[in-house]
Nanobody, 125 residues
């Protein structure tokens, strides 16, 4: 059983920063990439960022480019999301996810088979 555990969410004022962390534990698994998604009640899950372990390529949603940075340590299956210049529209539950090799695009949640429990990020105006 693989578990992903997020931490680092909270309440912050607009313009502030937060860093989310996600650590994988459990039986050995080798994801090809890890990513972050976010979701608000009644809305679909939204891709935020992803990092491939091979080559270290990073991917970002247009809405967070230049403000968020994804990084990680593949020896520990740990991924981070540094969020700067936060806006009220960034408010959501943020989920960490891991994916094996998949034919789905890296932005598609369908390609990810392990998910964390989510951490709330609230940005006040």
């Amino acid at each position: 059983q693989v578990q992903l555990v997020e931490s680092g969410g909270g309440l912050v004022q607009a313009g502030g920063s937060l860093r989310l962390s996600c650590a994988a534990s459990g039986r050995t698994f080798s994801p090809t990439a890890m990513g972050w998604f976010r979701q608000n009640p009644g809305k679909e899950s939204e891709f935020v960022a992803a990092l491939t372990w091979s080559g270290g390529s990073t991917y970002y949603a247009d809405s967070v480019k230049g403000r968020f940075t994804i990084s990680g340590d593949n020896t520990k299956n740990t991924v981070y999301l540094r969020m700067n210049s936060l806006k009220p529209e960034d408010t959501a539950v943020y989920y960490c996810a891991a994916r094996p090799f998949s034919r789905y695009t890296i932005e598609s949640s369908t390609g990810y088979n392990y998910w964390g429990q989510g951490t709330q990020v609230t940005v006040s105006s």
